[in-house]
């Protein structure tokens, strides 16, 4: 008689790894991507309102910090992979409700996509400092941006494109690319992520980590670097489009651009190898130098259009080299027993970026032109750079290591110096 197996990838789940965290992250690139140059398009064409836009904006990022911020409360009644889940066919849903084509269901599903990322977000970061040692984070952030690549290259100007063609068009990719990465998620089969140690007592309340974050200057610093890199990009893929509009360069033009930048995703690989013959602290400071003059020179110079737009798609190849070092202090920084609560706190960069921005554009917009919030951004970029002077010279180098290997959640423990 033959013996019947069950296989093994069913008996046991395969192991996480950096590839598997890379190719989740590139569904949701195209996800994500293909509708972040249709949002800004498709409402500006409903409400023909910058200001009135900076205050949408504003209101979603203020809902969407609350919810990050609730996800560990959340996860201690829901468990992770659901919370997972559920965000990820939130983005189904959201690209549902633009379907429609009614302004208000379009601010809606805007709304719903905002609460999604940050969502996911949440947990995909606890799945990656459960799983992901240390030393592998820098490899894990370059392979995931990597996989990224395609999704946000094709996605802004495809999204654009089709769009134009057929409006309900660059949602139906949404949502069916949306329903691959739960695919991916499930056949993962991460669950709830790993045990440290058995609690002893109730978890405390989620908020009352915020007391342990701002007892971490390193923590802190990660975090702002985070909220600055991220102010940047709003300025480049909301305001650009609408800049774009205003001066009659048409509408189609910030997707193009936000395609052309995203294909630097590409050289993410030799990104990395440029970061790690320096150091971390180099890399920082250089993206955030860079960033800062290339933006406010954009916008001084902003009576000669295409030399604004020039200078400001220069600035982002230097956001792409910060999406792949600048969020590595903070990363580095925390504790295993702290991952859920501070993946949350982490994430409301998104958030805080989504409130800050929109409501200072709101501000400028009422004594000066759009111009002015590119101003803005490079002045905050170069504060960045002076608070990346503070980080220690050798922070990400590798320790030496123990003659025994260590599993990934052992060696994540941060040692990092300020």
């Known amino acids: ?29 195209v996800a ?30 203020v809902v969407s910090l609350i919810v990050g911020l609730l996800v560990p409360f959340l996860n201690r009644f829901v468990p992770r992979r659901w919370m997972y889940g559920v965000g990820a066919f939130g983005f189904v849903v959201s690209a549902g409700l633009a379907m429609t084509g009614r302004p208000e269901m379009i601010v809606a599903s805007l709304v719903l996509n905002s609460l999604a990322t940050v969502t996911t977000f949440v947990c995909f970061n606890a799945y990656v400092l459960d799983y992901i040692a240390r030393v592998e984070l820098g490899k894990c952030e370059t392979l995931r941006m990597f996989y990224s690549a395609l999704g946000w290259t094709l996605g802004p100007v495809l999204g ?41 007592r109730a978890p405390p309340n989620p908020l009352s980590f915020l007391g342990r974050f701002f007892e971490q200057p390193r923590l802190i610093a990660g975090w702002l670097f985070a909220v600055i890199r991220s102010c940047g990009w709003w300025a480049y893929v909301v305001y650009l489009p609408i800049f774009a509009v205003e001066n009659g360069l048409g509408e189609q033009l ?9 294909a630097a995703l590409f050289l993410s690989p030799m990104m990395l190898r440029w970061m790690q013959a320096g150091s971390i602290r180099r890399s920082v400071r250089t993206g955030f130098m860079a960033c800062g003059m290339l933006f406010a020179l954009a916008g001084f110079v902003a009576g000669l259009p295409l030399a604004t737009i ?73 504060v ?30 941060p040692e990092a110096a300020w």
């Open 32 to 61: 994500r991507g293909i509708l972040i140059s249709v949002y800004p398009v498709a409402i500006y064409d409903a409400l023909k309102d910058a200001a009135l836009i900076s205050s949408i904006y504003f209101c979603i990022g």
């Open 254 to 262: 910030g997707g193009i651009l936000l395609s052309l930048t995203n």
């Open 160 to 200: 654009v494109v089709l769009w134009s063609f057929w409006q309900p068009a660059p949602f139906v990719v949404s949502a069916v690319a949306a329903a691959l990465m739960l695919a991916v998620f499930l056949y993962m089969r991460l669950g709830n992520g790993k045990l440290i140690t058995r609690a002893r």
């Open 310 to 382: 020039a200078l400001l798609f220069c600035g982002s190849f230097f956001l792409i080299l910060l999406d792949i070092c600048a969020g590595l202090p903070f990363l580095m920084a925390v504790k295993p027993s702290e991952r859920t609560e501070m993946s949350a706190i982490y994430s409301s960069f998104r958030d805080v970026s989504g409130i800050v921005t929109p409501g200072i554009a709101w501000l400028i917009l009422l004594a000066a032109p759009i111009s002015g919030i590119f101003v803005a951004a490079g002045a905050a970029s170069f």
């Open 1 to 29: 008689m033959f013996e019947r197996r069950i296989p093994e990838w069913i008996r046991h789940a395969p192991a996480p790894s950096v590839r598997g965290f890379a190719m989740l992250a590139g569904c949701e690139a």
């Open 384 to 413: 960045a750079w002076g608070i990346a002077g503070r980080l220690h010279p050798r922070l990400g180098e590798a320790r030496l290591k123990p003659a025994g290997p260590l599993l990934p959640a052992e060696t994540a423990e």
